[in-house]
């Protein structure tokens, strides 16, 4: 579902935050990729949401050849995917509702489809009946469960998160983690970068972890999907 | 864990498969286009509505610059009714030596008339152009003292050529033993037209620089709403907005303050002809009603907005053209 063939990422700085990464996520595979700040798993995801093209190497998503993306496709090609920030970036002067109708909207989905899909989404992150809530008036734990359901709304078979949790208490880290294990259970492809050891040990999954743009080690649990 | 155990409740929903997706995608596309442009149609107004004074004062600024070149179209509108009055000014007038009598002007009229390069020719007989006077100069009563009627008989000469031989042709009546006097205003009337010219020309240039400063203050408007509303912007270009989804809202804001700040304009020329209505009707009684006042017509009003609208649009496409060049953060 991800594959990345020596991809090599390199600023007009001249850093190089990426080198000969290859790696690839199945189907349904949930994995986490982890690294010290500026190891480059920003980078990585930035390259899978197609907000920075590689500079040498191959990124496929979906099947689809990113590297070869036209500008004009890069919107339709982020749609196939959902997206998860640290800092959640929902929209403070809109309602719950609204965030999540967001991406339905923007992809044209009929109005009246829109509700029931709202709803649906919402009721997975356990947030049924907030829709009319102003973001403000949420937990930053529930802030975050509205930045999910905002992502899963369009059904993407790719979810990526940066450090979702990295605000979080280890409680709400591990109730957000939960959410992204029964996902990839249903199907999608989650990918997710952060740095918090003992939550990634605990999730017990596969784990990639970066070393100055290298991938260093490719760890995958016994008993592992 | 989880309070409410969202796992348990997890449907299978595999993603739609693409085939799928593409058996439904006319219909549905023409749908989702016409639903998205609702949406932005809607959200754009309730947009300006939500800061009224800040609208307000804009499309105030706006309003006034549409209205002057508006206000100059309309003087310059009046202005060439009158041109065309003066297009008896066009004609030489011959006065022919006093108590020449009746017979003898007949004749005279009679020759001009039958030149090839005159048009028309009208006699005024003494009688004629004492009454003319009289209606005209507002000194009937003091005519009414005079015994003799002191006016000559005079030939209106319509030539059938402009300019230099039309000039020709009046300094060869001159030469006539019955004349006295021509007169040919062609300097005159040429400078009025020429006049009239530069008036109009100004009007356009005035329009046109008028017009740029309207598209200018709507694009910095749109700009600053851009700026404002950036971290939106980026969430909805990370969600997979296209650039027509996030331009179109701002076009239409852009649409709505180039279509209101005209209706304003208008609103201010109305109130221009109201506050000169009184005024003005007493010039042109002074003038005997031989023209009236003309407002704005429907059609032009109708031109205004479409020009604003038009204006707005542009210049929020310019504003947003550079703006989503950018990659979100």
């Given at each position: ?7 090599s ?18 189907q349904?595979e ?5 690294g ?18 590689p ?5 496929h ?9 036209r500008r ?6 982020r749609?196939?995917?959902?997206m ?34 709202v ?8 947030l049924?009946?907030r829709?009319g ?29 940066d450090?979702?949790?990295g ?6 880290s ?11 259970q249903?199907g ?16 017990n ?8 743009g ?12 | ?22 058996e ?9 286009w ?8 809607f959200s ?11 609208t ?7 309003a ?62 003494p ?5 003319e ?10 005519l ?23 000039t ?19 300097a ?19 329009a ?6 309207v598209?200018?203050v ?15 912007i ?9 650039a ?36 003005l ?13 003309r ?12 020009a ?18 950018r990659?979100?953060?």
């Amino acid at each position: 579902m991800i594959r990345f063939d020596n991809v090599s990422k390199r600023y007009p700085s001249g850093q190089e935050a990426l080198h000969e990464l290859s790696f690839e996520l199945a189907q349904g595979e949930m994995a986490f990729v982890t690294g010290h700040s500026g190891a480059g798993k920003s980078t990585l995801l930035r390259l899978i949401a197609l907000l920075d093209r590689p500079s040498r190497g191959r990124v496929h998503v979906d099947g689809q050849d990113l590297a070869h993306a036209r500008r004009r496709a890069v919107p339709h090609l982020r749609r196939r995917l959902g997206m998860v920030f640290q800092d959640h970036r929902l929209l403070m002067d809109r309602t719950v509702y609204d965030n999540v109708a967001l991406p339905l909207l923007i992809a044209g989905v009929a109005r009246d489809e829109i509700g029931k899909r709202v709803r649906a989404s919402l009721d997975k992150v356990g947030l049924l009946g907030r829709e009319g809530d102003a973001p403000v008036a949420l937990s930053t734990g529930e802030q975050q469960r509205v930045g999910i359901a905002r992502a899963i709304v369009t059904k993407p078979p790719v979810l990526i998160a940066d450090e979702p949790t990295g605000n979080l208490d280890p409680q709400l880290s591990a109730e957000i983690m939960a959410l992204f294990g029964a996902f990839c259970q249903v199907g999608t492809t989650v990918l997710i970068a952060s740095h918090d050891l003992a939550l990634i040990k605990r999730m017990n999954q596969r784990v990639l972890v970066l070393d100055h743009g290298r991938l260093i080690d490719d760890y995958r649990p016994r008993g592992a999907p | 864990m989880n309070r409410r155990k969202p796992q348990n409740r997890l449907k299978a929903a595999p993603p739609p498969k693409p085939a799928a997706r593409a058996e439904r995608r006319p219909r549905a596309g023409l749908r989702a286009w016409r639903e998205q442009h609702l949406y932005s149609f809607f959200s754009s107004l309730g947009r300006l509505a939500a800061r009224p004074w800040a609208t307000l004062l804009t499309l105030l600024v706006m309003a006034l610059a549409l209205a002057l070149p508006l206000l100059l179209y309309l003087g310059l509108g009046n202005a060439s009714q009158l041109h065309g009055d003066m297009r008896d000014a066009g004609a030489i007038s011959i006065f022919l030596k006093p108590h020449l009598d009746g017979a003898a002007v007949n004749a005279l009229a009679a020759r001009v008339r039958a030149r090839p390069d005159v048009e028309t020719v009208v006699v005024r007989t003494p009688e004629q152009g004492l009454e003319e006077f009289r209606n005209q100069s507002g000194f009937s009563d003091a005519l009414n003292v005079l015994r003799d009627n002191p006016l000559p008989a005079v030939l209106l000469v319509v030539p059938r050529a402009d300019g230099a031989r039309a000039t020709d042709l009046a300094a060869e009546f001159g030469r006539e033993g019955e004349v006295d006097l021509v007169q040919y205003d062609a300097a005159w009337r040429q400078r009025l037209e020429a006049i009239l010219a530069v008036a109009t020309r100004t009007a356009q240039v005035l329009a046109a620089l008028l017009g740029l400063a309207v598209l200018l203050v709507i694009g910095n408007t749109v700009r600053l709403d851009l700026l404002g509303r950036a971290e939106e912007i980026d969430v909805m270009q990370l969600l997979g907005a296209s650039a027509g989804f996030v331009r179109r809202p701002f076009l239409y804001a852009g649409l709505w303050y180039g279509m209101f700040s005209a209706a304003l304009a208008l609103l201010v020329v109305a109130l221009v002809e109201w506050a000169l209505a009184t005024p003005l009707q007493t010039l042109v009684a002074s003038y005997d009603h031989r023209f009236s006042v003309r407002g704005l017509a429907i059609v032009p009003a109708l031109g205004t907005l479409a020009a604003g609208a038009t204006l707005g649009w542009c210049g929020a496409w310019i504003a947003t053209w550079r703006h989503l060049a950018r990659v979100p953060r």
